[in-house]
C-alpha cells in the first residue's frame, strides 16, 4: 500500500513539474516575490523521494542467484 501511494505522489508530482502552461495545477502564483517557487520546490522534493524510495526498494532486495 505504501508503494502505491508513493508512485501516485510521484507521478503527480511529476506532472505538476511537467505542466508547461502553468495555470491548471498552478498553487502559487510564480509572480509572488520569495514564496512563488515553493510549490515547484515542494513538487521537487516529493518527486526525489519518491526516486530515492524505489531506488532504495531495489538495492535492498537484490535479486536472488542460482
Known sequence: MKNLGMAIAGLLALLYLINP??????????NLPFIGNLDEAAATAILLTAWRYFRGEQKKNPPSQK
Open 21 to 30: 502552461t502553468a495555470g491548471v495545477f498552478e498553487f502559487i502564483p510564480d
